[in-house]
C-alpha cells in the first residue's frame, strides 16, 4: 500500500451545466437514448477535499446554501463511485476521505452529482499520484455517467452519444444566467420514460427514427456570443416532459419572460429553470423581480473551466 501522508490535502473545482440546446433520440438497447446537446458550464462549482484515508468516506457541506439533506452519503454517491473506479483502474491499494462543498442544486438537471464525479477523479489522481492523462479520466468518467466527461472538460460543447461524446464549441463572451431553483427534484430517469410514453402514444407513427442534431443557430450564437440570438433557438427536448410531471413550472417559465429575461428553458431534465439575460444589468433585475415573487433563484455565467486543482 502507498504510504498515508495525513496532512496532504488536494482542493478541485467542477462546475454545473446547463443545456443550452437538447434534441432527444430514439431510446437505445442499452436504455440510453441518443442525444444531441450543446453544454454550457456555469459559474456554481463544487469543491471537493481529498484526504489521504484507509477506506473511502464522503460528507457535504453547502457555503452557498444548497439544501443537501438527501444527498446520499453511502456507496451510491458518485463520488466514491469515482473514487473506487479510479483506485479499481490503477490498482491503488488504499482510500480518500472526500469533504464536498456542495453549490450546484440537488436533481437539479445541472449535473452536480457529475461534477462531484468529475472533481473527485482529479482529486484522487492528484492525491494518489495515478497520473492519468486526460483522455483516461475522460473514459472513466463516462463510465460512471453522462454527463460526467463534460464536468471534466467545461467550457462549451456539443455531446453526442449518450452525452458523453465531445467536441469543444467555439465561443466568446460571457452569458449571463438567473436559475430559478425548485424545492423539489426530479428523477432523470422518470422524465426521459415520460418523454418515451408521450411519443409512444402521440407520434410513432409520425417520427418513428429520431436522429439528433444540434441546430446550427445555436453554435454560431455561441460562437458570436450574442445572447439574443442564443435566446431564440433554446431548445430541449426533456422540458415538455418535465412540465408534465411538474406543471407548476410553466408559470415559473412564464414569469421570468414577463420581467426581462430574453427566454428560459428547463436545464437538462429540471426541474431548474435556466433564464438567459441580455447582460449583468437585465441578470439583477431578473433576479430581484424573481425574489420579489417568492422564487429561489441564483446568478451564474459561462462558460466557465471544466474540472481543475485549485492552488488554495
Ligand atoms: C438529462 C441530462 C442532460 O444533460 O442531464 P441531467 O438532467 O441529469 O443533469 C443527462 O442526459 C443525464 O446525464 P446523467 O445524469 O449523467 O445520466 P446517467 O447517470 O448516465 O443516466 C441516468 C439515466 O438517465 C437516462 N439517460 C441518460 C442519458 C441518456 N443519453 N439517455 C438516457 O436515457 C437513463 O435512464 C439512465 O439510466
Ligand atoms: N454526489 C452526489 N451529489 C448529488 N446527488 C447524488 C450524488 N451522488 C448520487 N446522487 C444521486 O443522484 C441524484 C441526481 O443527482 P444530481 O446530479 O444532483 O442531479 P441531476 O442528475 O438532475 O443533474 C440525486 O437525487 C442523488 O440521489
Known sequence: MTSVVPSTVVHTRAPGKINVFLAVGDLQDDGYHELATAYQAVSLYED????????????????????????PTDESNLAIKAARLLAKTTGYGGGVRLDIDKNVPVAGGMGGGSADAAASLLACDTLWGTGLSRDELLRLGAQLGADVPFALMGGTAVGTGRGDELSPALAQGQFQWVLALADFGLSTPAVYRELDEHRVRHLADINPVRQPRVDSGVLQALRAGDPGLLADVMYNDLQAPALHLEPGLSAVLELGEQNGALAGVVSGSGP??????????????????LNAAKLAVVRASGPVHGARVITD
Open 272 to 289: 431548474t429553470v435556466a433564464f438567459l439575460a441580455p447582460d449583468l444589468d437585465g441578470a439583477l433585475e431578473l433576479q430581484i423581480a
Open 48 to 71: 471537493v477535499r481529498a484526504r489521504h484515508a484507509d477506506d473511502f468516506s464522503v460528507a457535504f457541506t453547502s457555503t452557498g446554501g444548497v439544501d443537501i439533506a438527501g444527498v
